[in-house]
Protein backbone atom coordinates (compact mmCIF):
# COMPACT_ATOMS: atom_id res chain seq x y z
CA UNK A 1 0.00 0.00 0.00
CA UNK A 2 1.84 3.37 -1.29
CA UNK A 3 -0.22 6.99 -0.74
CA UNK A 4 0.82 9.06 -3.80
CA UNK A 5 1.56 12.79 -3.62
CA UNK A 6 -1.89 13.35 -5.61
CA UNK A 7 -3.96 11.72 -2.54
CA UNK A 8 -4.22 8.61 -4.47
CA UNK A 9 -3.42 5.18 -2.89
CA UNK A 10 -1.63 2.69 -4.35
CA UNK A 11 -2.60 -1.28 -3.73
CA UNK A 12 -0.20 -4.01 -4.90
CA UNK A 13 -0.27 -7.21 -2.80
CA UNK A 14 -2.33 -9.85 -3.79
CA UNK A 15 -5.05 -10.41 -0.50
CA UNK A 16 -5.29 -6.26 -0.53
CA UNK A 17 -6.30 -6.66 -4.29
CA UNK A 18 -8.68 -8.93 -3.94
CA UNK A 19 -10.30 -7.72 -0.67
CA UNK A 20 -10.66 -4.11 -2.24
CA UNK A 21 -12.47 -5.84 -5.46
CA UNK A 22 -14.69 -7.39 -3.44
CA UNK A 23 -15.63 -4.70 -1.23
CA UNK A 24 -19.34 -2.86 -1.55
CA UNK A 25 -17.49 0.37 -0.51
CA UNK A 26 -15.22 0.70 -3.57
CA UNK A 27 -16.88 2.99 -6.24
CA UNK A 28 -16.44 1.86 -10.61
CA UNK A 29 -18.06 5.34 -11.37
CA UNK A 30 -15.17 7.89 -11.37
CA UNK A 31 -17.97 10.56 -10.94
CA UNK A 32 -17.64 9.41 -7.20
CA UNK A 33 -14.09 10.88 -6.98
CA UNK A 34 -13.83 13.82 -4.62
CA UNK A 35 -11.65 15.17 -7.70
CA UNK A 36 -13.65 13.60 -10.62
CA UNK A 37 -12.45 12.37 -13.58
CA UNK A 38 -13.97 13.03 -16.97
CA UNK A 39 -16.38 10.13 -18.15
CA UNK A 40 -17.98 9.08 -21.16
CA UNK A 41 -17.58 10.44 -24.39
CA UNK A 42 -19.61 13.55 -24.42
CA UNK A 43 -22.95 12.53 -22.79
CA UNK A 44 -22.74 8.71 -24.34
CA UNK A 45 -23.78 6.47 -22.15
CA UNK A 46 -21.61 4.49 -19.91
CA UNK A 47 -20.87 0.81 -20.41
CA UNK A 48 -21.23 -1.37 -16.97
CA UNK A 49 -17.94 -1.80 -16.05
CA UNK A 50 -18.35 1.97 -15.23
CA UNK A 51 -21.50 1.82 -13.32
CA UNK A 52 -22.26 0.36 -9.54
CA UNK A 53 -24.97 -1.62 -8.43
CA UNK A 54 -27.60 -2.28 -8.61
CA UNK A 55 -28.09 -0.65 -11.94
CA UNK A 56 -24.40 -2.50 -12.74
CA UNK A 57 -26.17 -5.24 -11.62
CA UNK A 58 -29.25 -5.29 -13.81
CA UNK A 59 -27.49 -4.29 -16.78
CA UNK A 60 -24.85 -7.55 -16.90
CA UNK A 61 -27.37 -9.72 -15.75
CA UNK A 62 -28.96 -8.80 -19.31
CA UNK A 63 -26.17 -8.98 -20.78
CA UNK A 64 -25.08 -12.64 -19.44
CA UNK A 65 -28.47 -14.18 -20.35
CA UNK A 66 -27.15 -13.95 -23.59
CA UNK A 67 -23.47 -14.56 -23.77
CA UNK A 68 -22.61 -17.57 -21.45
CA UNK A 69 -23.83 -19.81 -18.54
CA UNK A 70 -26.17 -20.36 -16.87
CA UNK A 71 -28.81 -19.07 -19.47
CA UNK A 72 -26.78 -19.79 -23.04
CA UNK A 73 -24.05 -22.45 -21.64
CA UNK A 74 -23.17 -23.51 -25.12
CA UNK A 75 -22.06 -19.80 -26.50
CA UNK A 76 -18.19 -20.47 -26.33
CA UNK A 77 -17.83 -23.98 -27.07
CA UNK A 78 -20.59 -23.61 -30.19
CA UNK A 79 -18.15 -20.87 -31.63
CA UNK A 80 -15.20 -23.44 -31.46
CA UNK A 81 -15.47 -24.60 -35.30
CA UNK A 82 -15.47 -21.15 -36.48
CA UNK A 83 -12.63 -19.97 -34.09
CA UNK A 84 -10.23 -23.31 -35.44
CA UNK A 85 -11.04 -22.47 -39.26
CA UNK A 86 -10.22 -18.60 -38.76
CA UNK A 87 -6.88 -19.61 -36.43
CA UNK A 88 -6.00 -21.97 -39.64
CA UNK A 89 -6.76 -19.77 -42.20
CA UNK A 90 -4.81 -17.05 -41.19
CA UNK A 91 -1.99 -19.76 -40.51
CA UNK A 92 -2.14 -21.01 -43.62
CA UNK A 93 -1.36 -17.49 -45.16
CA UNK A 94 2.31 -17.78 -43.50
CA UNK A 95 3.37 -20.43 -45.91
CA UNK A 96 6.28 -19.64 -47.67
CA UNK A 97 6.96 -16.69 -45.16
CA UNK A 98 9.96 -16.48 -43.57
CA UNK A 99 9.05 -13.30 -41.19
CA UNK A 100 6.04 -13.01 -39.52
CA UNK A 101 4.39 -9.67 -37.16
CA UNK A 102 2.15 -12.08 -34.53
CA UNK A 103 0.60 -9.31 -33.93
CA UNK A 104 -0.48 -7.64 -37.13
CA UNK A 105 -0.70 -10.53 -39.15
CA UNK A 106 -2.68 -12.98 -36.73
CA UNK A 107 -3.46 -11.54 -33.23
CA UNK A 108 -4.68 -8.31 -33.78
CA UNK A 109 -7.11 -9.10 -36.77
CA UNK A 110 -8.94 -12.43 -35.01
CA UNK A 111 -10.63 -11.22 -32.13
CA UNK A 112 -12.58 -8.24 -34.14
CA UNK A 113 -13.44 -10.99 -36.68
CA UNK A 114 -14.49 -13.62 -33.88
CA UNK A 115 -16.36 -10.78 -32.21
CA UNK A 116 -18.25 -9.35 -35.05
CA UNK A 117 -19.61 -12.59 -35.58
CA UNK A 118 -20.81 -13.05 -32.20
CA UNK A 119 -22.71 -10.00 -32.24
CA UNK A 120 -24.17 -10.73 -35.53
CA UNK A 121 -22.26 -7.65 -37.49
CA UNK A 122 -23.27 -8.74 -41.44
CA UNK A 123 -20.20 -10.16 -42.98
CA UNK A 124 -19.72 -7.27 -45.35
CA UNK A 125 -19.47 -4.75 -42.32
CA UNK A 126 -16.24 -6.45 -41.47
CA UNK A 127 -13.73 -4.52 -42.60
CA UNK A 128 -15.28 -1.36 -41.62
CA UNK A 129 -15.34 -2.53 -37.75
CA UNK A 130 -11.54 -3.93 -38.25
CA UNK A 131 -10.51 -0.37 -39.13
CA UNK A 132 -12.46 1.52 -36.68
CA UNK A 133 -11.13 -0.67 -33.84
CA UNK A 134 -7.10 0.03 -35.09
CA UNK A 135 -7.97 3.44 -35.17
CA UNK A 136 -9.45 3.30 -31.13
CA UNK A 137 -6.59 1.44 -30.07
CA UNK A 138 -4.09 3.71 -32.00
CA UNK A 139 -5.90 6.24 -30.25
CA UNK A 140 -5.49 5.36 -26.64
CA UNK A 141 -1.60 5.65 -25.76
CA UNK A 142 -1.83 9.09 -27.63
CA UNK A 143 0.87 11.30 -26.06
CA UNK A 144 0.28 15.19 -27.41
CA UNK A 145 3.96 15.69 -27.07
CA UNK A 146 5.28 13.24 -29.69
CA UNK A 147 1.98 11.80 -31.47
CA UNK A 148 0.54 13.38 -34.73
CA UNK A 149 -2.87 15.23 -33.68
CA UNK A 150 -4.61 13.58 -36.66
CA UNK A 151 -4.22 9.93 -34.58
CA UNK A 152 -5.90 11.18 -31.82
CA UNK A 153 -8.85 12.60 -34.24
CA UNK A 154 -9.06 9.53 -36.05
CA UNK A 155 -9.56 7.54 -32.95
CA UNK A 156 -12.45 9.62 -32.03
CA UNK A 157 -14.02 9.86 -35.34
CA UNK A 158 -13.95 5.75 -35.06
CA UNK A 159 -15.88 5.82 -31.91
CA UNK A 160 -18.65 7.85 -33.74
CA UNK A 161 -18.53 5.69 -36.91
CA UNK A 162 -18.81 2.54 -35.01
CA UNK A 163 -21.18 3.96 -32.52
CA UNK A 164 -23.47 4.98 -35.30
CA UNK A 165 -23.17 1.53 -37.23
CA UNK A 166 -23.84 -0.43 -34.23
CA UNK A 167 -27.18 1.63 -33.28
CA UNK A 168 -28.28 1.24 -36.78
CA UNK A 169 -27.74 -2.31 -36.88
CA UNK A 170 -29.82 -2.53 -33.38
CA UNK A 171 -32.65 -0.69 -34.68
CA UNK A 172 -32.87 -3.21 -37.80
CA UNK A 173 -32.83 -5.94 -35.38
CA UNK A 174 -35.95 -5.25 -33.67
CA UNK A 175 -38.83 -7.73 -34.70
CA UNK A 176 -36.18 -9.71 -36.44
CA UNK A 177 -34.85 -12.40 -33.50
CA UNK A 178 -32.05 -14.13 -34.84
CA UNK A 179 -28.54 -15.87 -33.37
CA UNK A 180 -26.23 -12.43 -32.80
CA UNK A 181 -25.67 -11.07 -29.53
CA UNK A 182 -27.33 -7.41 -31.18
CA UNK A 183 -30.48 -9.17 -31.96
CA UNK A 184 -31.04 -11.67 -28.66
CA UNK A 185 -30.40 -8.07 -26.53
CA UNK A 186 -33.11 -5.85 -29.11
CA UNK A 187 -35.53 -8.61 -28.67
CA UNK A 188 -34.98 -10.14 -24.95
CA UNK A 189 -37.39 -12.11 -24.45
CA UNK A 190 -37.49 -11.83 -20.43
CA UNK A 191 -38.51 -7.87 -19.55
CA UNK A 192 -40.26 -9.26 -16.68
CA UNK A 193 -37.15 -9.75 -14.92
CA UNK A 194 -35.34 -6.52 -15.40
CA UNK A 195 -36.15 -4.86 -18.03
CA UNK A 196 -34.73 -4.48 -21.36
CA UNK A 197 -32.07 -2.80 -22.24
CA UNK A 198 -32.14 0.59 -24.24
CA UNK A 199 -31.00 0.98 -27.81
CA UNK A 200 -28.10 2.91 -26.20
CA UNK A 201 -27.15 0.61 -23.45
CA UNK A 202 -27.26 -2.44 -26.04
CA UNK A 203 -24.73 -0.27 -28.30
CA UNK A 204 -22.57 0.25 -25.06
CA UNK A 205 -22.44 -2.84 -24.11
CA UNK A 206 -21.27 -4.00 -28.10
CA UNK A 207 -18.69 -1.44 -27.91
CA UNK A 208 -17.19 -3.02 -24.55
CA UNK A 209 -17.13 -6.23 -25.75
CA UNK A 210 -15.51 -5.20 -29.28
CA UNK A 211 -13.10 -2.88 -27.38
CA UNK A 212 -12.10 -4.41 -24.29
CA UNK A 213 -12.28 -7.61 -25.53
CA UNK A 214 -10.01 -7.09 -28.30
CA UNK A 215 -7.46 -6.12 -26.45
CA UNK A 216 -7.59 -8.04 -23.46
CA UNK A 217 -7.19 -10.92 -26.47
CA UNK A 218 -4.94 -9.53 -28.75
CA UNK A 219 -2.29 -8.73 -25.38
CA UNK A 220 -3.09 -12.54 -23.90
CA UNK A 221 -2.01 -14.46 -27.58
CA UNK A 222 0.76 -12.12 -28.17
CA UNK A 223 2.46 -12.28 -24.30
CA UNK A 224 1.48 -15.95 -24.54
CA UNK A 225 3.26 -16.39 -27.96
CA UNK A 226 6.44 -14.66 -26.72
CA UNK A 227 6.56 -16.31 -23.36
CA UNK A 228 6.72 -19.99 -25.24
CA UNK A 229 9.66 -18.57 -27.91
CA UNK A 230 11.05 -17.50 -24.33
CA UNK A 231 10.51 -21.34 -23.33
CA UNK A 232 10.91 -22.79 -26.33
CA UNK A 233 10.73 -26.60 -23.95
CA UNK A 234 7.36 -25.48 -22.87
CA UNK A 235 6.39 -24.89 -26.63
CA UNK A 236 7.72 -28.02 -28.09
CA UNK A 237 5.26 -29.41 -24.86
CA UNK A 238 2.37 -27.63 -26.32
CA UNK A 239 3.06 -28.93 -29.57
CA UNK A 240 3.35 -32.98 -28.18
CA UNK A 241 0.47 -32.30 -25.69
CA UNK A 242 -2.17 -29.81 -26.66
CA UNK A 243 -4.15 -30.35 -23.54
CA UNK A 244 -1.36 -28.28 -21.88
CA UNK A 245 -2.32 -25.18 -23.14
CA UNK A 246 -5.53 -25.00 -20.44
CA UNK A 247 -3.43 -25.05 -17.71
CA UNK A 248 -0.44 -22.64 -19.55
CA UNK A 249 -3.07 -19.73 -20.75
CA UNK A 250 -4.20 -19.46 -16.82
CA UNK A 251 -0.59 -19.35 -16.06
CA UNK A 252 -0.10 -16.58 -19.25
CA UNK A 253 -2.88 -14.95 -17.05
CA UNK A 254 -1.13 -14.93 -14.01
CA UNK A 255 2.52 -14.64 -15.59
CA UNK A 256 2.36 -11.81 -17.94
CA UNK A 257 -1.37 -10.99 -18.10
CA UNK A 258 -2.44 -8.50 -20.76
CA UNK A 259 -4.13 -6.13 -18.08
CA UNK A 260 -2.10 -5.17 -15.79
CA UNK A 261 -3.63 -2.27 -13.30
CA UNK A 262 -6.90 -1.42 -12.63
CA UNK A 263 -6.24 2.70 -13.12
CA UNK A 264 -9.11 4.03 -10.67
CA UNK A 265 -11.20 3.09 -8.35
CA UNK A 266 -13.30 5.34 -5.75
CA UNK A 267 -13.88 4.97 -2.47
CA UNK A 268 -17.83 5.37 -1.35
CA UNK A 269 -16.65 6.15 2.31
CA UNK A 270 -13.82 5.60 4.49
CA UNK A 271 -12.41 2.06 4.29
CA UNK A 272 -9.69 0.36 5.75
CA UNK A 273 -7.12 -1.65 4.06
CA UNK A 274 -4.83 -3.38 6.35
CA UNK A 275 -3.67 -0.93 8.59
CA UNK A 276 -4.37 2.31 6.70
CA UNK A 277 -7.38 4.30 6.60
CA UNK A 278 -8.13 5.58 3.07
CA UNK A 279 -10.52 8.35 2.81
CA UNK A 280 -14.01 8.71 0.96
CA UNK A 281 -13.22 10.18 -2.34
CA UNK A 282 -9.77 8.88 -2.98
CA UNK A 283 -8.51 7.38 -6.01
CA UNK A 284 -7.31 3.89 -5.88
CA UNK A 285 -4.96 2.01 -8.16
CA UNK A 286 -5.09 -1.85 -8.16
CA UNK A 287 -1.77 -3.56 -9.73
CA UNK A 288 -2.49 -6.78 -10.69
CA UNK A 289 0.10 -8.13 -12.61
CA UNK A 290 2.03 -7.33 -9.03
CA UNK A 291 -0.65 -8.84 -6.97
CA UNK A 292 -0.49 -11.94 -9.08
CA UNK A 293 3.76 -12.33 -8.49
CA UNK A 294 3.04 -11.58 -4.60
CA UNK A 295 5.16 -14.03 -3.31
CA UNK A 296 3.09 -14.55 -0.05
CA UNK A 297 0.48 -15.63 -2.47
CA UNK A 298 2.36 -17.94 -5.07
CA UNK A 299 5.31 -20.03 -4.96
CA UNK A 300 8.17 -19.06 -7.03
CA UNK A 301 6.26 -16.04 -8.09
CA UNK A 302 8.46 -14.72 -11.20
CA UNK A 303 8.92 -18.57 -12.48
CA UNK A 304 6.52 -19.50 -15.91
CA UNK A 305 5.10 -22.99 -15.07
CA UNK A 306 2.56 -24.14 -16.80
CA UNK A 307 1.44 -27.12 -14.19
CA UNK A 308 1.22 -24.70 -11.29
CA UNK A 309 -1.85 -25.70 -9.48
CA UNK A 310 -3.50 -23.63 -6.77
CA UNK A 311 -3.63 -20.69 -9.65
CA UNK A 312 -6.45 -18.21 -8.56
CA UNK A 313 -4.78 -15.83 -10.52
CA UNK A 314 -5.88 -12.04 -11.04
CA UNK A 315 -5.86 -11.50 -14.81
CA UNK A 316 -8.70 -11.09 -15.17
CA UNK A 317 -10.07 -9.20 -11.88
CA UNK A 318 -11.73 -10.31 -9.37
CA UNK A 319 -15.80 -9.36 -8.39
CA UNK A 320 -18.48 -8.39 -9.57
CA UNK A 321 -16.49 -6.88 -12.48
CA UNK A 322 -14.50 -9.87 -13.06
CA UNK A 323 -14.22 -10.07 -16.84
CA UNK A 324 -17.30 -10.09 -18.82
CA UNK A 325 -15.40 -11.76 -22.12
CA UNK A 326 -13.23 -13.85 -19.97
CA UNK A 327 -14.45 -17.30 -21.18
CA UNK A 328 -14.05 -16.09 -24.79
CA UNK A 329 -11.04 -14.70 -24.57
CA UNK A 330 -9.76 -18.37 -22.68
CA UNK A 331 -10.81 -20.13 -25.63
CA UNK A 332 -9.62 -18.02 -28.50
CA UNK A 333 -6.13 -17.93 -27.07
CA UNK A 334 -6.15 -21.80 -26.33
CA UNK A 335 -6.85 -22.27 -30.06
CA UNK A 336 -4.55 -19.72 -31.43
CA UNK A 337 -1.53 -20.88 -29.35
CA UNK A 338 -2.17 -24.57 -29.81
CA UNK A 339 -2.18 -23.65 -33.42
CA UNK A 340 0.59 -21.72 -33.46
CA UNK A 341 2.59 -24.57 -31.40
CA UNK A 342 1.78 -26.85 -34.18
CA UNK A 343 1.98 -25.61 -37.15
CA UNK A 344 4.37 -22.80 -37.20
CA UNK A 345 8.08 -23.66 -38.30
CA UNK A 346 10.92 -23.56 -35.72
CA UNK A 347 9.86 -19.85 -35.05
CA UNK A 348 12.23 -17.62 -33.23
CA UNK A 349 12.27 -14.18 -32.04
CA UNK A 350 13.51 -11.62 -34.28
CA UNK A 351 13.99 -9.13 -31.48
CA UNK A 352 14.02 -9.48 -27.86
CA UNK A 353 12.00 -7.59 -26.07
CA UNK A 354 10.29 -6.43 -28.67
CA UNK A 355 8.79 -2.83 -28.87
CA UNK A 356 6.19 -2.62 -26.52
CA UNK A 357 3.20 -0.23 -26.33
CA UNK A 358 3.48 2.90 -24.15
CA UNK A 359 0.53 2.15 -21.78
CA UNK A 360 1.24 0.98 -18.28
CA UNK A 361 -2.53 -0.60 -18.32
CA UNK A 362 -3.16 -2.73 -21.19
CA UNK A 363 0.71 -4.91 -21.36
CA UNK A 364 1.92 -6.25 -24.83
CA UNK A 365 3.99 -5.60 -27.47
CA UNK A 366 3.19 -3.66 -30.31
CA UNK A 367 4.92 -5.78 -32.62
CA UNK A 368 6.44 -9.26 -32.35
CA UNK A 369 8.29 -10.33 -35.27
CA UNK A 370 9.52 -13.59 -35.26
CA UNK A 371 11.14 -16.15 -37.99
CA UNK A 372 10.41 -19.95 -38.92
CA UNK A 373 12.45 -22.41 -40.75
CA UNK A 374 15.66 -23.75 -40.43
CA UNK A 375 17.66 -21.46 -40.20
Avoid at 20 to 37: A, F, G, Q, T
Avoid at 208 to 218: C, K, N, Q, R
Avoid at 341 to 370: N, Q
Amino acid sequence: MARQEDGSYVISTYRAITDVLNDPHLSSDVRNLSRPMPSGEGGVPLSFIHMDPPEHDRLRRMAMRHFGPPHTPGLVTGLEGDLTATVGSVIDGFTGKERIDVVDDFASPLPVTVICHLLGVPREDGPRFHLWVNDIMNSIDYDPRTDPKERLEKGVQARKDLRQCLGELVQRRHGRPGDGLLSRLANDDEPDVDGRMTDAEIVATAKLLLIAGHETTVNLITNGMLTLLRHPQVLRRLRDEPDLVVPLVEELLRYEPPVQIIPWRAAYSDITVGDTVIPKGSRITLMLASGSRDPDRFHDPDRFDPDRTDNQHLGFGSGIHACFGGPLARRETQIALTELARRLDHPRLVTDPPPYRPSPVLRGPIHLEIEQGDS
